[in-house]
């Protein structure tokens, strides 16, 4: 544990990396517009003749707007999922907003007036697809709840253009499949994120070391060494890197990744699940043809497969998008911890366009042509970013040297920016965590309803609460859908707060600060001008990981960590949140057998669920 006890050369100050800029620092909160919420719900909810007519009256009298505002709203709300990169062709996608509105309440009114509907329609049917309608109108009230009051604004006038702003690939837009990086929108995240965070990552430096058994890491070149470019910027010194390119690095492969291609495979897979119900009534018990024999009980049937089949591909969708927000977070944040490991992390990562265009000596289009810092000296930075990025080429791996006391407090700022990048879409996901476990619950709910319930009579009347084996299987399917993806969604969220790998790292740095102490006490009397120097650098080394390691518990595990369902997002959460539905599909199924060894079946002539006779 020999430590050097003689003067070091110059290192970067911390100052850089703590300076706050107090004009990008003010952002207001991101808060829940419960009013817009209630709002949005409403006119989503309705149909779409009928929702036109309340919109007027409501903007109008209660909101005090014009009528060329509400006319600009309006248009701007038809064309809220018409996107061009979005998961079905825009056809389908015009469908996702005017078909089902007026088909569910003439299926349901339908359902309450025709006898021979009952006869071949459960009612259960009906009203599990319109959750799913529901479902899609609550995502949608949420995003337009945490929209900023400028976006709210911005929805009465022509200057809002629905399909290219709300369908940002990336961060906005969660149906879209963004095929490339959007470098604006990533731009805008960065620079949103720091400024959230009330620090700049432009003057904040990272040192880099290679691993074990890489080549020597080089620095700058010669020509830019204690020179300063012309636009007055001066390069970092030899083995560091800009916290904010090594931000731009990280999310380029993480959270700018397009989504897989599995995301549609689902949607097309929840398409076809409402074609469950006709396909049993056709091939299971019961004398029960598969869309009826009158033009009422099959325009009903249509009307529950094809308008709400569309609902439930998004339903599907959504979970996919959700799932890969987690994933992408969780990604990223993995690493940055593995760069900040001892073993480090394989410049592989890093290759691909990135390697390629940096290969070339061309701009790198992936990064905007430069255009991530925003500075006077935008031209020099490019330059710099290019060379920086030979840097970590050179090496077979490359780690954080988390012993240097700038690169503590700059990973440190980094990991507040990465943590706050697309904060806003992760609450919009984090509110359809909720929608998707509260439709969960309603299907279970129904089952028990339907297996629980002590009803002996004997009638061939059809009532509210009888169904048929088509029901019951596809309020199942439902069901075992969403507590799979919940248990999904919640392993993986729980993968976005692994602080302690991080801390870990913090805590073998403050460990050979402990031992540069031990070694600078054993160094004897000889000089004691350095040794004492010594001492309070190795000193304060040692309070700043501590204090790095207790700020990073408290902020990631305590005040900000990742939420599901509300909640912090840990694998107890699991348990909580799967036992949930299980337990209401285990009462169900207890309810099930039990009036089964009762002597209830599934009628051979109308296919209902009834008791001995």
Known sequence: MAASIAPTSPKPKLTPALSYNDETSICPPIRFNTSEFFKTFVYESLPMYISLVVVFPIEYYIYRRTPKQILAFCQNRLYIFVLSGGGFPLPAQFLFTFVPGFMLPAALYLWFTREDVRAVVALAEILALWLAVAMRNSVVAIKYAYLDKGDIEDQYDSSYEAPLRIGRRIFMAGWASPTEVDSSVLTEEMNEAQARSGCVLSGALVKCRPAASAKELEGMKPAWAGDVTAEGTQPPPAGYLQADILLSLITDKTLAAPFPGHRRAMMIGGFLLPFLPP??????????????????????????????????????????????????????????????????????????????????????????????????????????????????????????????????????????????????????????????FATGVVYVFTLCVFFLRADTRITEDIGPLDHRLSTDLLLVAFALYTSAMLALLVLT??????????????????????????DIAAAGDDNEIDIDAAWRRASAKKALLQMADAQVGYNEEVVEPVTVLGNPATPIAVGATISAIATGMGLALQGFVSQQSEGWGYSKEDGLWRGPT
């Not at 996919?320 to 994933?327: F, T």
């Not at 000296?377 to 006391?405: C, E, F, G, H, W």
């Not at 969220?493 to 031992?515: G, I, K, M, T, V």
């Open 493 to 518: 969220a729980s993968h976005c707060n692994e602080a302690p790998r991080f801390r870990a790292c913090l805590q073998r740095a403050a460990l050979n600060a402990c031992a540069e102490l031990v």
């Open 279 to 436: 396909l049993v009534r056709a091939l299971g018990p019961g004398d029960v043809p598969a869309f009826g024999n009158t033009s009422a009980s099959k325009i009903v049937c249509a009307f529950c497969v094809y308008a709400p089949g569309l609902y439930v591909a998004l339903m599907a969708g959504y979970s996919q998008v959700a799932m890969w927000s987690y994933l992408r977070r969780g990604r990223a944040m993995a690493l940055l911890d593995e760069l900040c490991g001892e073993g480090g992390c394989s410049t592989e990562r890093f290759s691909g366009e990135m390697g390629k265009g940096v290969g070339a000596g061309v701009e790198d289009s992936d990064f905007g042509n430069g255009k991530h810092i925003e500075s006077p000296s935008n031209a020099s930075r490019l330059k710099m970013r290019k060379q920086q990025t030979y840097v970590l080429k050179s090496a077979n791996k490359v780690a954080i040297d988390l012993t240097d006391p700038t690169t503590v407090v700059s990973v440190l700022l980094l990991r507040r920016c990465l943590r706050q990048m697309g904060v806003r879409y992760n609450k919009r996901v984090d509110g359809f965590t909720i929608a998707f």
